[in-house]
């Protein structure tokens, strides 16, 4: 349970948090057309005869889109059911040429599944927390109004219209603005493991309305919700629920009630704003849309979704904890995101090919590489740093010459620099820029020689068991050495020569 | 020389085949009758250069020996209810006056492709909706046949493809499209004395047709012979990808199959058809027909189809309830007729193109599918008529263990003059009542003339059939078209 409360002068409120979040399909085509769904084109240049509702045209389902609910279902562990059926939600809009949004109602694609959000003490999150999901169903986008070309007249964008959409709702599962993040997180990365949606919230491809009502900590009935259209972003969901349940508070303390509305977020203030009420609610008049047959899923095609699906994120975070004994940290920095974790695979598998070594053996090391090392040195380099040179091998070059102890850490920081701003090689960067580590015991032994002779004091005191200097020793030899000298060879041969 | 506008869809495909005649003479003869035929207002735009750009191409195909379609110079009406590219399109609507389509319907593409050309668009009940083709924002066609009483009464031809049934009687047209969505083939064949049939839902693909109710529309063809029907439905049908509910089964070869041999087969006689207040003559016509069915052989079994009396209501809250939805799309905003006041805003719009643009009996219709979808009302309405739907067609489950086919009456009564109707939609709806019940079902069914009244008006007689058995319709079709021997047709005063 989230210790999220809000204090009222009555006393103390907690929040109870809905999300429905429409995803948009992964697709080169629409739902029902053919037409391109690719972002950023031209106002009305991929809109299909039937995108326009011309007269006399059908829909026909897309196979793929299909295809990519029933995966992610899946991947939410949820019921997949073989027999769902279209309906029509009837209203009048510009932007929805047909006058209704082929949608599901009452046959869902995707039954109950669910979600794991985990632990996170600094945000609020005391421990793992399940979310219920209690259906996937697939249906149509509008299109889009534009107000800003013409001084009297709204212009209509009919590009996006008919664009698949998985409209993704959750069970009122959620007790605080963290949990809510965390939830959007986590499907999102779901949904970008398994390529049904590439997330993206700027370009609309992720869009979530957000229910929130708030009762007297102790309750078990709901309050009265409201609903807050179309927030399009994790930190405005965050926002969105803190300043509604605040206002809902504010509203009861003052002995007001909730009024069941539609509400708009308003990214400019934080604020949510009523847009309509019950009473002006639109009837929808769903209804099966008779164009259409309901949609049969055989085990074949149920099969082939089950086995297209990768490793999700939780089973991989457990592998990466289990299997290669990284960090719970640095397994879960890693799992976040499908391009982190591709990195990171990529450039373990060539890591321990070229060490000649067991994934398990190197794995810290390259998570540590991936998620602390090469981060800061990009970082580091700003402009100058050209990431594309940055290939797996070119690391696991680097990875596996400061594994044989050819370079130190600082070497390799050094020569995955010059990687950034040149693409050239590793080897041949410690060869000609001079950073190799000395494991050349002659020449330490002779460093070390030196050192001993001239702190004829220093080494009476280590042998009278002052062990501290043996630091001081280090760090004369190393500074003999400019630092290139393998540290174990050093510590090996100071050990025995100081006895 | 032969009247060419007396022939039907075969004759003169194999008169132009063997060079009896060329298709361009028969696309000018008929191009001539269209031209004459103005008071029937038949057609809502002639289309002479179609026709004869298609005749023109058949007979160089023909001289060069290219193999020609099962259409190939004949001539058909097309109900403007199929999107003709470049073609205005208005399923006699003022809302899509002057709409040209820049595609061409599944089915009217099939009937080019087989090589029939296009006289014109055909004059139809607004949106189909009406069973005597009085909706029209095009004005009322008038029935080529008229009362032998010397009153020269204007009759309604039916509806709602009633300028493809005056077009076909009156001999305008070898042959013409229609669509049934409650009889809207039937109903009007049977008031003009020609035949009609419509197949399984799902045959002729949908796509290009303006809809009305989608899970009932259903093309067809309307000719003057049964053999002439299955000519041309063999060219319309056919699997059609971009229709989800087209049926993905091979056209059978149904002219070449016909066979009013009956032997063996049974037909089904409904008791439940026999209705109060069915006109006398149509009660004797049906004798007629059960007594045809018999002497080709077929055996007659009483049956029971129980839930006939609640089909026509059932169907007047499906079908309204889907139009509702499927008229949506006449916005004013992308295409057709747009009124936009003086400083409207959208919704303005919205009501000021739709009460502009459609007829009384398409917004009754729009107003009686809002409220049966309407929530508190979708229960009452919606989903028991969707139960009923499913009561009927198990009805005709159960007969068809006991039956090949039934036959019953089409309509309950002769074409009746127009304008008699018209003020009461719930008389007008009581046309549908034997036509309604296979349209629910979604069976092939189909009107073949079986005689004139004691007004010398056509009557039809109906043969519905299991799904996907078109042969059994048509042939028992057949039969009754050999022994009615119904020869009568129009005299024309047009």
Not at chain 1, 170 to 188: H, V
Not at chain 2, 75 to 98: C, N, R, W, Y
Request: aromatic residues 8%; hydrophobic residues 40%; contains cysteine.
């Amino acid at each position: 349970m989230s210790n999220y409360r809000i204090q009222g002068a009555t006393g103390q409120w907690e929040v109870v948090i809905g999300l429905e979040v429409h995803a948009q399909v992964t697709s080169k085509a629409k739902l029902f057309s053919s037409a391109s769904t690719e972002f950023g084109a031209e106002p009305n240049v991929q809109v299909s005869l039937i995108d326009a509702a011309m007269p006399g045209m059908l829909p026909v389902p897309n196979r793929e889109c299909i295809r990519q609910a029933v995966r992610t279902g899946m991947a939410i562990e949820a019921e997949i059911n073989k027999w769902s059926r279209f309906d029509r939600k009837n209203y009048f809009y510009a932007d929805l040429p047909q006058g209704y949004q082929i949608s599901q109602l009452y046959h869902p694609l995707v039954g109950e599944g669910q979600l794991l959000i985990e632990a996170d003490e600094k945000a609020g999150i005391p421990e793992d927390k399940v979310i219920r999901i209690e259906r996937i169903h697939v249906e149509q986008d509008a299109g889009k109004l534009m107000h800003d070309q013409h001084p009297t007249m709204s212009y209509v964008d009919l590009n996006r219209t008919g664009v698949a959409l998985m409209e993704i709702v959750s069970r009122p599962d959620m007790t605080s603005p963290a949990e809510a993040g965390a939830y959007i997180r986590k499907l999102r990365s779901i949904l970008r493991y398994v390529g049904s949606c590439d997330g993206n919230m700027e370009e609309g491809s992720m869009r979530a309305d957000v229910n929130v009502s708030v009762r007297k900590v102790g309750d078990t009935e709901l309050g009265t919700r409201t609903e807050t259209k179309n927030v399009n972003s994790v930190r405005f969901v965050m926002q969105a629920i803190e300043h509604e349940a605040q206002r809902q508070v504010d509203v009861l303390e003052d002995g007001g009630k909730i009024v069941q509305e539609t509400r708009l977020f308003d990214p400019n203030t934080g604020h949510t704003r009523s847009m309509r009420s019950k009473e002006d609610a639109h009837d929808y008049r769903y209804f099966p849309d008779p164009d259409l047959l309901p949609l049969a899923l055989d085990d074949a095609f149920l099969e082939a979704c089950r086995e297209s699906l990768p490793e999700l994120p939780d089973a991989k975070r457990a592998r990466y904890t289990g299997e290669l004994g990284l960090s719970e940290y640095n397994a879960r920095e890693l799992t976040a995101e499908v391009e982190t974790f591709a990195r990171f695979e990529t450039l373990l598998a060539a890591t321990a090919k070229g060490i000649g070594k067991p994934e398990k053996d190197v794995a810290t090391q390259v998570a540590n590489w991936s998620l602390s090392v090469a981060p800061g040195v990009i970082k580091a380099l700003g402009d100058e740093a050209d990431v594309s040179h940055a290939t797996a091998e070119r690391q696991a070059s680097i990875l596996d010459m400061q594994a044989k102890g050819e370079i130190s850490g600082g070497q390799a920081k050094e020569i995955f620099e010059i990687v950034l701003k040149t693409g050239r090689e590793p080897g041949e960067i410690a060869d000609t820029e001079g950073l190799k580590q000395v494991s050349d015991t002659g020449a330490i032994e002779e460093a070390i020689d030196t050192i001993i002779a001239n702190n004829a004091d220093k080494v009476e005191e280590y042998r009278g068991g002052k062990d501290k200097l043996f630091g001081f020793f280090v760090g004369q030899t190393m500074k003999a050495m400019q630092g290139k000298a393998n540290p174990q060879v050093v510590n090996q041969i100071l050990k025995d020569k100081l006895g | 020389m032969t009247d060419l506008t007396e022939l039907g869809v075969k004759a003169i495909r194999d008169g132009v085949a063997v060079g009896d005649f060329s298709a361009v003479e028969v696309a000018e003869a008929f191009n001539a009758a269209v031209a004459d035929a103005a008071q029937l207002n038949a057609f809502i735009v002639a289309t002479p250069d179609h026709a004869l750009d298609a005749a023109k191409k058949v007979d160089a195909d023909r001289a060069a020996g290219k193999e020609l379609g099962t259409m190939a110079g004949v001539p058909i009406g097309m109900k403007d209810l199929f999107a003709t590219k470049g073609v205005q399109t208005t399923a006699a609507s003022h809302i899509l006056e002057g709409f040209k389509p820049e595609y061409e319907s599944t089915v009217s593409q099939k009937l080019w492709d087989a090589g029939a050309g296009m006289l014109g668009k055909l004059n139809l009940d607004q949106f189909a909706m009406g069973s005597s083709n009085e909706t029209s924002y095009f004005g009322d066609v008038a029935n080529p046949w008229r009362r032998n009483d010397g009153g020269n009464a204007k009759l309604a031809p039916g509806g709602s493809s009633g300028g493809s049934s005056a077009a076909v009687a009156g001999r305008i047209a070898p042959a013409a499209t229609g669509t049934d969505t409650g009889g809207s083939i039937r109903q009007p064949a049977a008031f003009t004395g020609i035949a009609g049939i419509k197949p399984t839902y799902g045959r002729c693909s949908r796509w290009g047709i303006v809809a009305f109710a989608s899970s009932l529309d259903q093309a067809g063809p309307m000719a003057r012979s049964v053999e002439d029907c299955a000519i041309m439905l063999e060219a319309m049908a056919g699997f059609d990808p971009k229709d989800s509910t087209s049926l993905e089964l091979d056209v059978p070869a149904w002219s070449a199959n016909l066979n009013a041999d009956l032997s063996g087969k049974r037909v089904g006689i409904p008791k439940e058809y026999r209705m109060d207040g069915t006109d006398e003559d149509i009660l004797k016509s049906w004798e007629d027909g059960i007594a045809w069915l018999k002497d080709a052989g077929a055996e007659v079994v009483e049956i029971s189809l129980p839930h006939t009396k609640y089909a026509l209501p059932a169907y007047y809250i499906v079908a309204p309830a889907e139009a509702s939805s499927n008229l949506a799309r006449y916005d004013g905003v992308r295409y057709g007729l747009r009124d936009l006041p003086d400083g409207a805003g959208l919704q303005d719009m919205y009501a000021a193109t739709r009460a502009e643009g459609f007829g009384d009996e398409v917004k009754r219709r729009i107003l009686i599918g809002t409220y049966v979808l309407s929530a508190g009302f979708y229960d009452a309405y919606y989903t028991q008529a969707m139960k009923i739907r499913t009561l009927v067609q198990s009805d005709f489950e159960q007969a068809w263990e006991k039956c090949d086919f039934v036959l019953a009456p089409t309509t309950p009564t002769a074409a009746f003059a127009l304008g008699d109707k018209t003020s009461d939609p719930l008389a007008m709806y009581l046309n549908d009542v034997f036509a309604v019940p296979a349209s629910l079902a979604g069976l092939p069914a189909m009107s073949v003339p079986a005689g004139l009244n004691k007004d010398g008006l056509p009557l039809g007689l109906q043969i519905v059939g299991p799904a996907f058995d078109e042969q059994a319709v048509l042939n028992a079709g057949l039969a009754i078209e050999q022994r009615a021997g119904f020869t009568a047709k129009p005299e024309k005063w047009w």
